[in-house]
């Protein structure tokens, strides 16, 4: 299916064979688009529908789901605004296509928003495979996780996200309740073969 434009974001839809499997919401990094990872959600989730979005926020005419003052220094205020935005996208599109509530799968910049809207609008994920995220939120609000799926994994050689942050950011999901798995790979900010086996077996059990 092509790119299309009818709902609050540009994005991508591909309807799913496995009418019983939960959606993926794909979220792309900084400079892709709504295509991007769409062969990823193919790979990692055979069957399963596919709604991909593409970010509003223009770095340099690079897509991105939100505003940064430098490389892994976030403007809060529009994390905030934009993982509302995403949240109510996410709620439109369910509606629109009949949808249960998508398993986000973001990497690099989409799994720092993917990681903000768990924070803030919880209710508007069933999980989430959160590749290369970093804390979006100096300060998140409590919220209640409980049981929420949440696969995390990092690059031990990463060059843009330290250990100790995806560390944080696994304790505040746990504080939260939700139900985390961290794994830390042999890898660095880019995807490894590692990436998909894992991300293939967690979504099987959700
Ligand atoms: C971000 O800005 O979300 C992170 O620095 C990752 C990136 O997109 O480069």
Redesign the pocket.
């Known amino acids: 299916m092509t790119t299309v434009a009818r709902l609050s974001f540009t994005y991508r839809y591909e309807p799913g064979s496995e009418t019983g499997r939960p959606p993926l919401l794909l979220l792309h ?2 400079g892709g688009d709504e295509n991007d990872l769409i062969s990823l959600g193919h790979l990692i989730a055979p069957g399963s529908t596919l709604l991909s979005p593409r970010g509003k926020v223009l770095e340099g005419g690079m897509p ?1 789901f939100f505003r ?1 003052l430098a ?2 220094v ?1 403007d809060e205020d529009d994390v905030r605004r934009r993982a509302n935005e995403l949240a109510d996208f996410v709620g439109e599109a369910r509606e629109a296509y009949g949808l249960a509530a998508p398993i986000a799968v973001g990497f ?2 989409g799994a ?1 928003i993917a990681a903000a809207t768990l924070l803030l609008r919880p209710e508007a994920l069933a999980g989430a495979v959160l590749l290369r995220a ?1 804390v979006p939120l100096s300060q998140p609000a409590a919220t209640n996780l409980h049981g929420k799926p949440i696969l995390v994994l990092s690059g031990a050689m990463d060059p ?1 996200v330290p250990a100790t942050n995806a560390e944080r950011l696994v304790s505040l999901y746990k504080t939260a309740g939700a139900d985390v798995q961290h794994r830390i790979l042999p890898a660095g900010h880019e995807l490894s073969q590692a990436d998909i086996a894992l991300a293939k077996t967690w979504l099987a059990q959700q």
């Open positions: 990094g900084t991105r940064r490389e892994g976030f690099s910049n720092n970093m843009m």
